[in-house]
């Protein structure tokens, strides 16, 4: 299983009016059931939206494990969860998504980017400065409207809350399309998150490296994973 266009100006009051007047009617596809995957798909089962959960194996195991759990999903191949989605969520490693968009057509579809491309020793991105794993992906998907949201977010956090110190945790959201941002903004709301604009996509050049920080706090500095990026204000 996998683990895992108005040029960024903020997303105007309409904008984010739409949007939650949009979420009743959302169906959403994880793609990847790793601990990203299942603390997303376990989250959003109570927002009401319809979920469906997928991974190499058609997601059934899985499935079943978030029924265990008393979260109400459904199973099925990469190709039919995207298909039906109005929302895909990429819950993989970076390393996999060729091999996702050679199986499934993401034309029309709003894709969240979750990933931190992070080299296989942990020492660091294995891209950035000129790019980012969300823009190569927005590439690679000709025709979808692609996200960076949630990459800063432990996993553990979906399962022991979404707070910090009393605080909701945050997420900086990144994308071309101001109604796609304020969508995922809505979304994450939903959920208890706090979400920030964070302008357009090739400001994921600046959300991995954070990403990355946030990771290596948590698991080489030893502050656990207990801890989550904040952007503060007066």
């Not at 995922?184 to 357009?200: F, K, N, R, S, T």
């Not at 490296?209 to 007066?234: E, M």
């Amino acid at each position: 299983m996998w683990s895992s266009n108005d040029g960024g100006r903020g997303s105007s009051p309409r904008a984010q009016s739409n949007a939650r007047q949009e979420m009743t009617k959302m169906k959403i596809a994880i793609i990847g059931t790793g601990n990203i995957g299942h603390g997303l798909a376990s989250v959003l089962a109570g927002t009401g939206h319809p979920v469906v959960v997928s991974d190499r194996a058609g997601g059934t195991a899985a499935a079943a494990k978030l029924a265990e759990a008393g979260a109400t999903v459904t199973a099925a191949d990469i190709a039919t969860a995207v298909s039906g989605a109005d929302l895909v969520i990429l819950a993989t490693p970076f390393g996999a998504f060729d091999s996702i968009a050679a199986v499934a057509d993401f034309a029309g579809k709003t894709v969240i980017d979750v990933s931190n491309p992070i080299t296989e020793d942990f020492s660091g991105l294995s891209i950035g400065h000129s790019t980012s794993a969300a823009e190569d992906i927005a590439r690679g998907l000709p025709g979808a409207t692609v996200v960076k949201a949630f990459n800063t977010v432990f996993a553990q956090h979906y399962a022991t809350g979404l707070s910090v110190g009393g605080r909701p945790v945050q997420t900086f959201v990144a994308a071309d399309d101001a109604a796609a941002r304020a969508t995922v903004i809505a979304l994450a709301g939903e959920i208890g998150i706090e979400a920030i604009d964070a302008g357009p996509l090739k400001n994921a050049r600046y959300l991995e490296p954070l990403g990355f920080l946030n990771i290596t706090f948590g698991y080489i500095l030893g502050r656990g994973t207990d801890i989550a990026p904040a952007w503060l204000s007066k």
